[in-house]
């Protein structure tokens, strides 16, 4: 099993998802371009919004797409609109461009206070994208689901587009798409298509879907195969999943560790590069050192 220590490089590091040996603290107001844990809730039960919020989540998804029944949409972008409203901040995920819904999610949510930014279900175009954003109001951040073959393969395009603030990965819709299975090398393809046009586009790692279920053992697993494949977020339908998915996506303790020590030794010889993998190894040093500044996470004694 791949670790979190590959998404910084050979560090020489164990290559075990790192448990660590006490939860990393509530960080609030983690940016949105770093966010681990994407905490989707259903738009239908406003009363549980604000738990969301004080939960541990990155970041919080009000969900009025695939989470509420067609009969009840209005009521929930209603009550997502009111409770951003009163105070509220949270991301929306509003309904595919080519549904009738989507028109009346962005000419509602238009504007308003709270809302972080979109994710917009479903995407397939580049064009998608760019309209959603000019609706809105040409500055929310619009995140793109991408859930379907078409979706992935048009991802470079997506990732491009104005607009465009990361890629996020439908899994359950996308295995429905394509009658693929929901392994890890059935899941390669999709998930390297949105690491690369990520890079392509150049924004943010791109975040992957949920790990249905409670048993945090093999959400463990999951989130340690999202990070191998050079994703950086994560979906999840509890709250409590929150917690585990930051902890595997966030620099392991021995990592910082590492990257402290060849700092040191870095900055202690006036930072004279000696051969060709001091370049890889600093730039490897200083997102780490960035991350763990972020995450609050402390280097191992």
Request: aromatic share 6%; hydrophobic share 45%.
């Amino acid at each position: 099993m791949s670790s979190a220590t590959d998404a910084y490089g050979d560090t020489g590091l164990s290559d075990q998802a790192h448990p660590l040996t006490s939860p990393l603290p509530r960080i609030r107001n983690v940016p949105a371009e770093i966010a681990r844990s994407w905490l989707l809730v259903p738009a239908t039960q406003p009363e549980t919004f604000d738990a969301a919020v004080a939960s541990r989540a990155d970041a919080v998804v009000l969900d009025i797409e695939d989470a509420v029944d067609p009969s009840h949409k209005s009521s929930a972008r209603n009550d997502v609109i009111q409770w951003l409203r009163n105070g509220g901040e949270a991301w929306v995920r509003i309904n595919d461009a080519s549904s009738d819904f989507w028109a009346d999610d962005v000419a509602g949510l238009r504007g308003t206070p709270g809302l972080q930014g979109v994710m917009l279900a479903k995407t397939e175009s580049a064009a998608q994208v760019k309209e959603t954003f000019h609706r809105l109001d040409g500055k929310t951040r619009v995140l793109a689901l991408v859930e379907s073959a078409v979706g992935i393969e048009e991802a470079n395009n997506i990732a491009r587009a104005e607009g465009a603030f990361r890629l996020a990965f439908g899994s359950g819709d996308f295995r429905r798409d394509t009658g693929m299975a929901a392994d890890r090398e059935a899941m390669a393809y999709p998930r390297a298509k949105l690491v690369v046009a990520s890079r392509v586009g150049n924004l943010p790692g791109p975040i992957d879907g949920p790990t249905v279920g409670t048993n945090h053992p093999i959400l463990r697993e999951q989130s340690a195969i999202t990070v191998a494949m050079g994703m950086t977020g994560k979906l999840c339908l509890q709250a409590d999943q929150s917690t585990v998915i930051n902890e595997v996506i966030s620099p392991a303790p021995s990592d910082v560790a590492w990257a402290t020590d060849f700092m040191a030794d870095f900055n202690a010889r006036g930072g004279v590069i000696r051969d060709g993998s001091d370049l890889p190894r600093l730039g490897r040093a200083e997102k780490i050192m960035k991350l763990a500044v972020a995450f609050g996470v402390q280097p191992a004694s």
